[in-house]
């Protein structure tokens, strides 16, 4: 098993920028993909971006892609998002989600999954 522990979440005005990061331990973290998805009250989770175990392959949402970043530490056991240009329906809770397979969007099939950090980007 794997834990996951969110931060850098907070309140932003538009435009502004902020790091999330989501630490593991428990299991060696090389060997898996991460994701992290966000939610709003009354809505599906979704997926926000992806990378996978070595770090080559980072997908990324339309609606984020050129304003995130997502990027790993395998030595330091964690994974960030580094969020620019932020918009007022970036607001969410932002999950960092892990799975063993191989880098995908599917909420499915991520296997462990953090508390979340709250994102408000103010207008």
């Known amino acids: 098993q794997v834990q996951l522990v969110e931060s850098g979440g907070g309140l932003v005005q538009s435009g502004g920028s902020l790091r999330l990061s989501c630490a593991a331990s428990g299991q060696t973290f090389s060997r898996y993909s991460m994701g992290w998805f966000r939610q709003v009250p009354g809505k599906e989770r979704e997926f926000v971006a992806g990378i996978s175990r070595g770090g080559t392959n980072t997908p990324y949402a339309d609606s984020v892609k050129g304003r995130f970043a997502i990027s790993r530490d395998n030595a330091q056991n964690t994974v960030y998002l580094q969020m620019n240009s932020l918009k007022p329906e970036d607001t969410a809770v932002y999950y960092c989600?892990?799975?063993?397979?191989?880098?995908?969007?599917?909420?499915?099939?991520?296997?462990?999954w953090g508390q979340g950090t709250q994102v408000t980007v103010s207008s």
């Open positions: 989600a892990a799975q063993q397979g191989l880098v995908s969007r599917r909420v499915s099939e991520y296997d462990y």
